[in-house]
Structure formats: structure tokens, C-alpha cells
């Protein structure tokens, strides 16, 4: 290479070495730019992100404070005057009675009317046809002359005649004497389990569960020795008057 070339050669190297670092420092920028620009996105996500959850909190908390206070508070006192509203109660009834000695329960049908204050008539249909009457004072059986006959009172049957008046009648005080209860659930479909306290009523009773809404739909009894029986309200219905047959029967 002759020396003119040389010369220019050298001229132009600086140059270009010029326009390189210019090239680089541009393209440095741009980087830069770029990721401050993806930075700001970012950051900008993450506030709405932000702003978003917070603002679906408030609706939350607002949605829960413009719910009715009853359906944070239905307790004991509300169950009890929710079933005590309907003085008069008639309906139909299943009963089965689970053995540990047999395979398949002992089930009975019929029907019932419960009056608050005077007590509760108990209508067997099938297996067998009898009336039943159960208040304060026991049972009472009719006899074919349609009198009504006093049954002699064992002790776990008068006591168990007694929870299923204080269970359809809605007194949750008087089963708290002799129970822990607890209570689960709304006004339209609750669950009321109810534990002895006693030693007498814990040989009897592992626990009572009670399940309902307007009224008592359904009552278990579970007995310690592994027998449980199984009653189920269906059709009940409240009333706004006893018929004068009913009437006939509670006051004989």
C-alpha cells in the first residue's frame, strides 16, 4: 500500500471510531430509555393491580354492611320465638326406630296437632291405629270407648315425651337446663345439636339433633347403647284454631 492510501486510511479510522462510540452511546440511551419506559409500565400495573384489590375490599365490606342484621343474628332467642309464631302446628309424620338387633328399622306413621299450652296429639295409622295424647301431666292413651286412659310413666319414656314438647314447642330455655345446645345455620334452615349435661341423661343420650326452618322438620335421637331413633314432620303446617274434636281431646 502506497502512501497516500496510508494517509488516508488514517484519516478515516478516527472517524469511524467517532461514529462507533456516537452509534454505541445512542444506542446506550435507547436501552436505557426502554427499560425505564418498561419500569414505568410495570410499576403502573402493579398500582392499578393495587387499586383494583383495594376497591374490590371496599365493595366487599360494603356489600357486608348492607346485609340485614338478622342474618348475622339468628341465636336461641330468635329460634325460639320463630317457632313459638305458630301456637297451632299439624302435619304428617314418619318415625323409625333404628335396633342394633334387627336389620331394617321399626317405622310407624301418622299424624299430629300441636298446641302450645295444652300439649300434643300423637295419631298412629300404621303399623297400628292409636291416639296418643302427650301434655304436662304424660301420656294418655284412647280407648276404643274414646275415653282417655293415663299410661303408667317409665322414666326414660316420660322424659323423652317431655323433649319432644319442649322441641316442638320451641322452648329453647327449658331444654338449656338439661342440655348444652348449639345452633347452626339461618332462620329458613337451621340446626339446633343439643348435648346432655347430666350424668342421668348422658347413659341415655350421646346426642339430640333437631333440624328445621319455619318449624321442626326433623328430630334424631341417639342413644349410647347404639340404638337411634329418627322422626321426620312432613306437610306441618300452622293452624288458627283447634276443630272441636281436637278441642274435645285436649280438654277430657
Request: glycine share 8%; charged share 20%; aromatic share 4%.
Amino acid at each position: 500500500m502506497n502512501g497516500l492510501n496510508m494517509i488516508g486510511l488514517n484519516r478515516i479510522a478516527p472517524n469511524m471510531n467517532a461514529l462507533n462510540m456516537n452509534a454505541l452511546s445512542m444506542k446506550a440511551r435507547h436501552m436505557k430509555a426502554l427499560g425505564m419506559n418498561v419500569f414505568r409500565s410495570l410499576h403502573r400495573a402493579t398500582r392499578i393491580q393495587a387499586a383494583r384489590a383495594v376497591a374490590h375490599r371496599v365493595a366487599l365490606l360494603l356489600l357486608l354492611a348492607a346485609l340485614p342484621a338478622h342474618a348475622h343474628a339468628f341465636g336461641l332467642d330468635e329460634l325460639q320465638a320463630q317457632l313459638r309464631a305458630t301456637p297451632i302446628v299439624r302435619g304428617h309424620f314418619v318415625q323409625q326406630k333404628f335396633l342394633r338387633s334387627l336389620p331394617q328399622p321399626l317405622t310407624s306413621r301418622g299424624d299430629f296437632t300441636l298446641a302450645a299450652g295444652k300439649g300434643l296429639l300423637w295419631l298412629l295409622r300404621t303399623p297400628i291405629a292409636q291416639d296418643l295424647r302427650i301434655n304436662a301431666n304424660g301420656i294418655s292413651r284412647r280407648d276404643e270407648s274414646g275415653a282417655w286412659q293415663a299410661l303408667p310413666q317409665q322414666t326414660g319414656a316420660s322424659r323423652e315425651n317431655r323433649l319432644f314438647l319442649a322441641v316442638l314447642a320451641g322452648d329453647t330455655k327449658g331444654l338449656q337446663e338439661n342440655f348444652d345446645l348449639t345452633l347452626t345455620g339461618e332462620a329458613g334452615a337451621w340446626q339446633l345439636l343439643l348435648t346432655p349435661r347430666s350424668a342421668l341423661l348422658r347413659q341415655i343420650f350421646d346426642t339430640i339433633q333437631i333440624n328445621g326452618g319455619k318449624l321442626v322438620d326433623r328430630i334424631e335421637l341417639r342413644e349410647t347403647q347404639g340404638d337411634r331413633s329418627v322422626l321426620q314432620m312432613t306437610d306441618a303446617a300452622p293452624a288458627d284454631a283447634l276443630t272441636p274434636e281436637e278441642q274435645r281431646a285436649f280438654s277430657d
